[in-house]
């Protein structure tokens, strides 16, 4: 069912999640995320997906309260992103992420980019310029904001704002990016342009991406998991799950009969 | 009452259903209801004119016996000695120069406190910190004045011997703790509007809590901020009772904050405190006083809205 010649990019090992207020969002979560590959999650509203993604960068540590349980272990380092020694700020140094709705910085599009690079305390200022050439260019943005580097980021258009948001994702060369909901927000054609690039960017980084949208799994991602109620359901390469289910409820939940 | 039988009157007259009757009365009573919210609203509105009008004509029987000329490039303002000057300038420069000192101290205290508030205060800390910040406002403004006359100033005397018991200086740095509430509180609101998404796009970079709070959250919040700083500067240039208290009752020329000198403010309460007798001059010179004042403030708020508008919140 799953492919083994792919290396293992990070895997959650036995992921429980604990909000503030108790309520366990991931019930032993067993998943693995391939190298250069697209992994979708889907599942229904409040199945633990976004939670699930959050918890790879550690978006959980900024509301006091929350715990976790288990791991998510990185390859080839072995390093145990949730472990209490480990700093979260490194963690978000390797696994950057992008929002359900665009959430640029009040700055410019060029200093939106190089955020990453600032915060990395980068001085130099022809490295910078340089990121953020390459970093526009990944994100297929380059050529419609190249002579307008100095507006302000709230200028462009939602789906260029979400591939700006993507730029300055990919400007600190993270190994996983994670999207959360990327395109839900978008138009049609915004969203083909993310789903395009997003293929793109499994050549250079290993993604991870929540989706409500069947068919975006079914277009972009090369693996895909079903959760539900804070459960890993089913797990496969996105053609099995999208043909030949082996879970009654993957399969309602997929046409559409339930969710 | 009278208009709403007619009404019915008028439309009895039609075959109209008990609903539509109805209706026709419940409009009735919208109109009635809007007209005296209307009436409440313009109060205020009213007001603002009646005061301005009334400035206006007063300073108008000023300025038939001096001329704007003396008024706004003399150097002395002595409208109650037998050798009369009036020149503005004197009180403006010690309004100027309290507020500059007030400033000096509430913008970077109360901003500070802001994104401590906002960012890093725990919730605890939060609920119980504001709430004694703002019960700063309400601790009225001659318990300040005095606070500097008889605390601050013996206080500032030990470092400059040399200072004088009115002086601007700790008029000023009174004024400014004072003040340092109305920052900090409306900077707070600001900051905390920033929404939380855009946080989280920041510390997903990578970003550290400080990074986050200088990089993101307070050019976010620029014109909210910039709100804060504008109520503040209205608030020192129309501060009275500490100045008058503290900094003295010498109109004097100079931005000197260690030498004492009258405010534009100090000034009214002085020769208000006195019985002069209508339309003398003197009487007449603290409406032009007053004018002068009411024109600086809004200068400042429309400097403001400018600056506002500039930096208007657009996620």
Redesign the interface.
Known sequence: MVNTSTPLKAESKDLNFFYANGHQALKSVNMPLYENKITALIGPSGCGKSTFLRCFNRMHDLYPGNKYEGGIVMHPDNTNVLAAGVDPIEVRMRISMVFQKPNPFPKTIFENVAYGLHVRDEKNKRVIADKVEEALKGAALWDEVKDRLNDLAFNLSGGQQQRLCIARALATDPEIMLFDEPTSALDPIATANIEELMSELKNKLTILVVTHNMQQAARVSDYTAYMYLGELMEYGDTDTIFTRPTRRETEDYITGKFG | MNTATNMLNHFTTLPISPRLAKNIRRNFKERIIELILMLAALSAVFTTFAIVAILLYESFGFFKTVSLIEFFTGTQWTPLFEDAHYGIMPLVAGTLTTSFVALAVAVPIGTITAIYLSEFA?HKVREIAKPILELLVGVPTIAFGYFALLFVTPLLQKIYPGLPGFNMLSAGLVMGVMIVPYIASVAEDAMRAV?M????????????RF?TAI??VT??A?SGIVAAYILAISRAVGETMVVAVAAGQQPKLTFDPTEGAATITAYIVQVAMGDLPHASIGYQSIFAAGLVLFALTLCFNILGHIARKKYR???
């Not at chain 2, 998404?197 to 970003?207: L, N």
């Open positions: 725990s929404p998404s855009m946080r989280e796009g920041s510390y997903a970079m990578g970003a550290t990074q990089r993101v050019p976010a620029t919140e657009q996620y």
